[in-house]
């Protein structure tokens, strides 16, 4: 439900990167996405249209990893995978576990085209306003 | 997680980054930037701002999530009444429309700023900033910031709050957890509301929803609370003040310590 808030947050710091790199748009967006980050990645890949249309990003191919559960249970030392409902340690069954991976909700990697931003990087206000009702 | 000290660089993404590594080039011949930023980057940074106004004023932020209609406001009355006399709340309410539950609020002689959040499930710390704004903080021992009522999107926008209260009422499944992990895992404090219809209920088990609560490697307390009938509200209202010594503690003397000759003044829980 919020994944349009998190695309539309997205997008204004791909157009940070994009000044900053002097570079004209961007081509590839990484993201990182556990299943522990509350954020659906199906959700965010329909949202992402609707967020990028008129910006430096709009023809970018997003592509989301996806990290495994896993846990270091500090009873028996152990690292283990376990269900995103389930952090128990999988080796001895204790619930003192710390989570090592799988809450990521991040920007991990950009691609971006050479050369300085042309009439992409300003999509008009109207344009993007009525992207956002599209959903 | 931070973009400033690279402690988001793990040694396992590390050697990805490096010039020359895997993912330091394109093979389109692009520039490949590694950013390592949270997606939610612009609302941490809003909320460690809005968790610093806070921390200066030594005023405890509570954010209160649930469900619609488990019993945030009916909880938050019940402990004004509880608490007025000895300490200085505000209520920050979060509701997609009307001012229906900021208005119950003030008629217990307490502030309360509505955010009508239009057709957003959550509130953000943009949301929350604006809000503080309006409030005079230096005057305020506690702010409860009730939260639009959702288990889902919520948990994932942090506001600037010193504790995370989930309450899950006794008409809902005591495998709520189970089902949510993402909010209950943040959740320091669960409360199941409306314990007062445990008895003709029958088919909610406390001791399930701790079970649960546990799997989720989740340490947090678990109180049974009714604000209809009181019972178990004072531990609420213990864990409530613990956590303002806490506070307290972790700004170091922001209170200034009055020397008085008589017996030291401390709060008389019902």
């Not at chain 1, 695309?7 to 522990?36: D, N």
């Not at chain 2, 639009?148 to 709520?176: I, M, R, Y």
Request: glycine letters at 8%; aromatic letters at 2%; hydrophobic letters at 40%.
């Amino acid at each position: 439900m919020h994944e349009l808030a998190i695309c539309q947050a997205l997008i204004e710091q791909i157009e940070t990167i994009v000044h900053r790199h002097e570079a004209s748009e961007a081509k590839r967006i990484e993201l990182r996405i556990g299943p522990l980050s509350g954020v659906e990645p199906q959700l965010v890949e329909q949202a992402f249209p609707v967020a990028s249309a008129g910006t430096v990003a709009a023809d970018a191919v997003l592509v989301i990893d996806s990290l495994p559960v896993n846990v270091h249970c500090s009873r028996c030392g152990s690292t283990s995978s376990v269900l995103p409902n389930r952090l128990v340690c999988a080796n001895c069954g204790d619930w003192h576990t710390t989570l090592l991976s799988g809450d990521e909700l991040q920007l991990f990697r950009v691609e971006l085209v050479a050369g300085t931003p042309d009439d992409k990087s300003t999509g008009t206000a109207p344009e993007r306003a009525s992207g956002r009702t599209v959903n | 997680m931070c973009d400033t000290c690279g402690c988001n660089v793990t040694p396992g993404n590390a050697e990805l980054l490096k010039p020359g590594g895997k993912l330091s080039k394109t093979t389109g011949g692009h520039e490949a930037i590694g950013v390592l930023q949270g997606l939610l980057h612009e609302n941490d940074h809003t909320a460690a701002h809005n968790r610093e106004h806070f921390r200066k004023h030594g005023v405890l932020a509570v954010n209160l999530m649930s469900s619609p209609g488990a019993g945030k406001t009916s909880l938050l009355e019940a402990t004004i009444e509880a608490l007025k006399e000895e300490l200085s709340m505000a209520v920050i309410e979060g509701d997609l429309e009307t001012e229906n539950d900021a208005d119950r609020i003030r008629r217990h002689g307490v502030e309360a700023v509505q955010i009508t959040t239009g057709s957003a499930c959550h509130l953000d710390a943009h949301m929350v900033h604006e809000a503080l704004h309006r409030l005079d903080l230096a005057s305020l021992d506690i702010v409860f910031i009730e939260n639009v009522g959702n288990l889902v999107c919520p948990a994932s926008f942090d506001l600037g709050q010193q504790s995370n209260v989930t309450l899950l009422s006794v008409t809902e499944g005591d495998d709520k957890p189970a089902k949510y992990p993402v909010m209950f895992r943040a959740s320091d404090l669960v409360l199941l509301s409306k314990s007062d219809l445990l008895p003709v209920l029958g088919d909610f088990s406390p001791d399930t929803a701790r079970h649960h609560l546990q799997q989720l490697a989740n340490p947090a307390p678990v109180y049974e609370v009714s604000a209809r009938n009181g019972s178990g509200m004072k531990h609420w209202l213990h864990w409530l003040l613990h956590e303002m010594s806490q506070l307290e503690q972790q700004s170091g003397a922001i209170h200034p310590v009055v020397e008085t000759a008589g017996p030291a003044t401390c709060l008389v829980l019902p």
